[in-house]
């Protein structure tokens, strides 16, 4: 792909920065593609039987499917669908905020228990597989949030949205931060957070390769089993 068939709203220089790293950097993409394929598909058949489980835990708990798909903004500022096993009551978008925060009274009695293990991340390794997502990358947002990226920020639109990130270890309580402001949450998460989960971001950019998503899919497991 050349920088001019990027969406309009990606081609800035600051942008193109980040472009022209990244094109130095093909053969760590493809490396990270691979590997995204191997481990998804693997994990996937020796996880099946918690997957399994939890799913029909989900189900008998509370009204709804299985799964939540919410729209994210992905690679190259597409939308997709994420998966997440549905840990709130059924339309909890319509109910409330996009973000989580404290003790939610949307999310379900299973959904805190999968919540507290992060199994409801687990689901994204069907995004991991089916190409809309990465083990590693900045975390997807919804379109509301991606609106309000100054244009420095489009660059993270750049790779793969990952199920964990630097910036997901450092943010991994984020509810509960959002939760002690005394502003608007997503006025909070936008002027507060975001720029600082940006920063990080964009670090990765910088030193993006497959043992650095390695090591910091083991820096994810050790801070959630802190």
């Known amino acids: 792909m050349h920088f001019e068939d990027l969406p309009p709203k990606m081609q800035n220089p600051e942008t193109r920065v980040y472009f022209e790293k990244l094109q130095q950097h093909r053969g760590a993409l493809v490396g990270k593609r ?12 020796i996880l099946s039987p918690v997957l399994l489980i939890t799913a029909i835990a989900v ?31 059924q339309d909890a978008d319509k109910k409330g905020l996009s973000i989580t925060v404290g003790q939610d009274p949307r999310i379900t009695r299973v959904g805190r228990a999968i919540r507290k293990c992060r199994l409801d991340e687990f689901a994204q390794l069907l995004n991991v597989l089916n190409g809309t997502m990465s083990f590693v990358g900045p975390r997807p947002e919804v379109p509301k949030y991606v609106d ?24 991994r309580n984020e509810d509960e931060i959002l939760a002690a402001s005394d502003e608007d949450p997503e006025t909070t998460y936008i002027e507060k957070i975001l720029p600082k989960k940006m920063a990080l971001n964009l670090e990765y950019l910088n030193s993006i390769s497959v043992w650095n998503d390695i090591k910091t899919m083991f820096q994810t497991v050790k801070a959630v089993s802190a």
């Open 148 to 171: 309000a990226y100054q244009d420095a920020y489009m660059a993270t639109l750049l790779v793969r949205p990952g199920v964990t990130a630097p910036s997901s270890i450092y943010f």
């Open 59 to 89: 189900k008998i708990d509370s009204k709804g499917p299985v799964f939540y798909r919410q729209v994210r903004i992905g690679q190259y500022g597409k939308k997709f669908r994420i998966f997440k096993f549905r840990t709130m009551v």
């Open 34 to 45: 691979l590997f995204d394929i191997v481990i998804s598909l693997l994990m996937l058949i």
